[in-house]
């Protein structure tokens, strides 16, 4: 038994319009969009969005009717340099959760929520 990869994450959204804008911003490519559905690609990872009031899916359905949805997921995203990332996205009128933290010798990190909450770290690795 054998992984090949990682391929992408499907997240629940209130707003389709609200979350295309915050990813985009982010440096994200959006791929398809419409009413219900959004795709936003890094390199060959994906991120589908789901509009939670919309969804046909019995299992999103379900899952849009609890209350504690992207508890204790963290995605992470590399950046060359989380300082210079984090002020990019301030400029931008965004508010992460803090300013980047760890030591420049070994990488610093700082998260960043989306508009439904979920969490993004992102780090530099050095």
């Known amino acids: 038994m054998k992984l090949n990869s990682i391929s992408g994450v499907t997240c629940l959204v209130k707003d389709i319009q609200k979350t295309a804008a915050f990813y985009e911003a982010l440096g ?50 590399k950046v060359e340099n989380a300082d210079e990332f984090y002020a990019g996205v301030v400029s931008k009128g965004l508010t992460p959760d803090g300013q980047p933290q760890g030591k420049p010798s070994t990488g610093r990190s700082f998260i960043l929520r989306d508009p439904d909450g979920y969490k993004l770290v992102f780090f530099e690795k050095k």
Do not use: M
């Open 28 to 77: 994200f490519r959006i791929g398809k969009q419409d009413e219900q559905r959004l795709t936003c690609y890094v390199n060959w990872f994906w991120i589908e969005f789901v509009a939670e009031n919309k969804a046909s899916d019995p299992v999103h359905q379900q899952e849009a009717q609890l209350s504690n949805r992207g508890a204790g997921e963290f995605l992470h995203l």
